[in-house]
């Protein structure tokens, strides 16, 4: 039985780490759980790395990322899908349950039509995730990243997209306090994903004041503003019992020794759930 | 006649000008407006600023900025009333119709605390603002803005906090195209906002890909991804004829000739008015 349970570490948050290093070290911490991203898995046989993951006593909760469906030509979009069907394929091997979509956006085009191409996107791979055995949660990213990385910036619009998509049960959502902790209406959206059987991940780190890069350079839980424990009991009080993933990118902590940065992890998620 | 009537530049988006060259300079480009902010006000006459801005031929369209109502303790509340106060001051000497308010926010304290904050303090200093013949108008800020600069993240908000004052006439809405545009509300929520009479004030400038500092990385119209002339459009439909003020804090563009910056926000604003 793990010590933490419900920790579960994104492996880009020990990014110089191997993927190797990442199992052996997170199982050692005590962790319940492993997300594994993509660059895992390059020159890598998928279902061996599921494999050394379970025998470490790992779970593997997710594979991150699909999505960037959004494109400025037909060939575009299709690339994308293309390659959303090779991730489906990756998690299956793998054996994550859950793919995590960073939706995407083509910066200058309507923000309008990278929600359409997102909703067709999905929509063109969901057989194909159902077949698989894989489902697929949409991450609403932080409006700072609507230019570029997601058109979709709020749970309101993740579930607008589900309900558009039929409320196919292999579609839902990812909850991450960075992106979300600042919507008025995150308590009532994490309340509606559950009834409605979408909140399929919960993802944790904080936000610095200041905060000096717009993409790496997030916080360990308990430096920042946002309310984690409070977003946590929301979570959990919809019955929600999995993991509370750590995604950390921040050049600063990629910079450390990385076991004392795991070290640092776990003590705040300790302080936390205490 | 100004050749350019309804362009109004924020004297920070020049910020290496005095006062004095601001006004000159503005007004030897046909710009139709001046918004000053306070540091502009520093050792000199308000009463005497707004003369020489008025006969250089520039309307005073606002004064920047009030706000930050948020404190952790009743004294520091108080004083940031009290400031507000004097910035009422300011701006009926100056001659300004208007102060725009970003709102405030205490890293840590709870975001609905905040709110009521905000709503208090604005509650507050309504009768001096209605006194002096002063409007305020909230800037809700982009949600990267949350943690330490507003509380007050989408126009949603914004009209929630006027309807709780009661509709009052003299309180309304600051939009920035620059904080709102990812907001899949925002062309109802200028609906809505013209139609309560609370659409005070219209700013523009663009969001760069890559942005590179949350503060001074904004971009000058037409380098960016915001459907700036849409926007326009649909403020303009609700029958809006006050100024398009350029405010763009940029530490590149500051660190440049502004003579030569100037003359490039004015061609950017003809392209895209052409």
């Given at each position: 039985?793990p010590r933490?349970p419900?920790?579960?570490?994104h492996?880009?948050t020990?990014?110089?780490?191997?993927?190797?290093?990442?199992?052996?070290?997170?199982a050692?911490?005590?962790a319940?759980?492993i997300t594994?991203w993509r660059?895992?898995?390059?020159?890598?046989?998928p279902?061996q790395?599921?494999?050394q993951?379970r025998?470490a006593?790992l779970?593997?909760?997710?594979?991150?990322?699909?999505?960037?469906?959004?494109g400025?030509s037909?060939?575009?979009?299709q690339a994308s899908?293309?390659?959303?069907?090779?991730?489906i394929e990756q998690a299956?091997?793998l054996?994550a349950?859950?793919?995590?979509?960073?939706?995407?956006?083509?910066?200058?085009?309507?923000?309008?039509?990278?929600?359409?191409?997102?909703?067709?996107?999905i929509?063109?791979?969901l057989p194909d995730?159902?077949?698989?055995?894989?489902?697929?949660?949409?991450?609403?990213l932080?409006?700072?990243?609507a230019?570029?990385r997601?058109?979709?910036?709020?749970?309101?619009q993740?579930n607008?997209?589900?309900?558009?998509?039929g409320?196919?049960?292999?579609?839902?959502?990812?909850?991450?306090?960075?992106?979300?902790?600042?919507d008025?209406?995150?308590?009532?959206q994490?309340?509606?994903?559950a009834?409605?059987?979408?909140l399929f991940?919960?993802h944790i780190?904080?936000?610095k004041t200041?905060?000096?890069?717009?993409?790496n350079?997030?916080?360990?839980?308990?430096?920042?503003?946002?309310?984690?424990?409070?977003i946590?009991?929301?979570?959990d009080?919809?019955g929600?019992?999995?993991c509370?993933e750590?995604?950390?990118f921040?050049?600063r902590?990629?910079s450390?020794p990385q076991e004392?940065?795991?070290?640092?992890?776990?003590?705040?998620?300790?302080?936390?759930y205490?």
């Amino acid at each position: 039985m793990p010590r933490r349970p419900r920790l579960c570490i994104h492996t880009i948050t020990t990014k110089p780490w191997s993927t190797e290093d990442c199992i052996q070290r997170y199982a050692d911490a005590g962790a319940g759980g492993i997300t594994f991203w993509r660059y895992n898995l390059d020159n890598r046989d998928p279902a061996q790395v599921g494999r050394q993951a379970r025998e470490a006593g790992l779970d593997i909760v997710s594979l991150c990322r699909g999505g960037f469906f959004p494109g400025a030509s037909a060939a575009a979009r299709q690339a994308s899908i293309d390659d959303n069907r090779r991730c489906i394929e990756q998690a299956r091997d793998l054996g994550a349950p859950l793919i995590v979509l960073v939706c995407g956006a083509v910066p200058g085009q309507p923000l309008d039509e990278s929600r359409k191409q997102i909703a067709d996107g999905i929509a063109a791979v969901l057989p194909d995730a159902e077949a698989a055995g894989v489902k697929l949660g949409i991450e609403p990213l932080h409006p700072m990243y609507a230019d570029d990385r997601s058109a979709v910036n709020t749970m309101r619009q993740a579930n607008e997209i589900c309900d558009r998509l039929g409320s196919h049960p292999m579609l839902g959502i990812a909850a991450d306090v960075y992106h979300l902790w600042w919507d008025p209406e995150l308590e009532q959206q994490v309340r509606l994903s559950a009834e409605l059987q979408r909140l399929f991940a919960f993802h944790i780190c904080d936000w610095k004041t200041p905060t000096t890069d717009l993409l790496n350079d997030r916080g360990l839980m308990g430096e920042g503003c946002i309310p984690i424990r409070q977003i946590s009991d929301w979570v959990d009080q919809t019955g929600f019992s999995g993991c509370r993933e750590v995604e950390i990118f921040s050049n600063r902590y990629w910079s450390m020794p990385q076991e004392d940065w795991l070290n640092q992890i776990c003590s705040a998620y300790d302080s936390l759930y205490a």
